[in-house]
């Protein structure tokens, strides 16, 4: 069972805006998303077994992506830890989750499940991310 790592999205207002910014930082040759933190996860294997980025924004679990690959980097001489992500944002049932500092492991039994899992998959692909969620908070997706 793979592991999963949580985090909040600081300073993000939706999901727009969340692929927005990482669309910024996307690496030009793979396409990979990347995300920067401070600390490396000592249980990468795991994590890289399957293991998805699941995003907190405004307070929510809204989304997850899947965690392809970690590396290093460095920010005015202090090392860092790049989070190779793919470009897909896939939604999960919302959950409001507390704030916390850095990012947190999440097993994956305790992670919400996705959304088209969750046997609720009537609407239309093409609708926008902003309509999908505020469905998703009502229960009717």
Sequence with gaps: M???????AVGIEDLE????????????KTG?????????PK?????????SLYWVIKGMILVRQPILDFGEDEEDGKPMCVIHLAPVQIL????????????????ADAAPPDVAKHGKT????????????????????
């Design 2 to 8: 793979a592991l999963n790592i949580i985090k909040l």
């Design 17 to 28: 805006h969340l692929d927005k910014r990482q669309r910024q930082w996307r690496d030009k």
């Design 32 to 40: 990979h998303y990347r995300h920067w933190t401070r600390m490396t």
């Design 43 to 51: 249980r990468d294997k795991e994590v890289l077994a399957g293991g």
């Design 92 to 107: 999960v049932q919302p959950r409001a989750q507390r704030a916390f500092q850095g990012w947190r492991y999440l097993k």
């Design 122 to 141: 009537f609407v239309d692909p093409d609708m926008p991310k902003s309509m999908k969620l505020e469905l998703a908070k009502l229960g009717l997706l």
